[in-house]
């Protein structure tokens, strides 16, 4: 499967952005789809996923009521609606798909991603 996302770009704090990660190839409407960032100099972190089978979300604490993670699967797309920026938002921020019914927050288990896209919140 291959993923590209869009939709970063440069956003005052408070400011909103959405991601979007369209997937191609061989795709599974059951796949979990999760978002991870990484911040210049840290490593890559989970951020929200969603699984296939019932749209089950799972976020950050980090992220949790700022972010929102969804799905639709007729266009094999994922989308993350990214409320009330701040700051230490900013990074490059992933889709990947995991071959799992539950939700991950484990990045080992996603095998499909995509280059990522820059967000960047200034303040």
């Known amino acids: 499967v291959q993923l590209v996302e869009s939709g970063g770009g440069l956003v005052q704090a408070g400011g909103s952005l959405r991601l979007t990660c369209v997937a191609s190839g061989r795709t599974d409407s059951w796949y979990t789809i999760g978002w991870f960032r990484q911040a210049p100099g840290k490593e890559r972190e989970f951020v929200a996923a969603?699984?296939?089978?019932?749209?089950?979300?799972y976020y950050a604490d980090s992220v949790k009521g700022r972010l929102t993670i969804s799905r639709d699967n007729a266009k094999d797309t994922a989308y993350l609606q990214m409320n009330s920026l701040k700051p230490e938002d900013t990074a490059v921020y992933y889709c990947a798909t995991a071959p799992t019914y539950y939700i991950s927050s484990d990045l080992r288990e996603y095998d499909g991603w995509g280059q990522g896209t820059q967000v960047t919140v200034s303040s």
């Open positions: 969603i699984s296939g089978s019932r749209g089950s979300t």
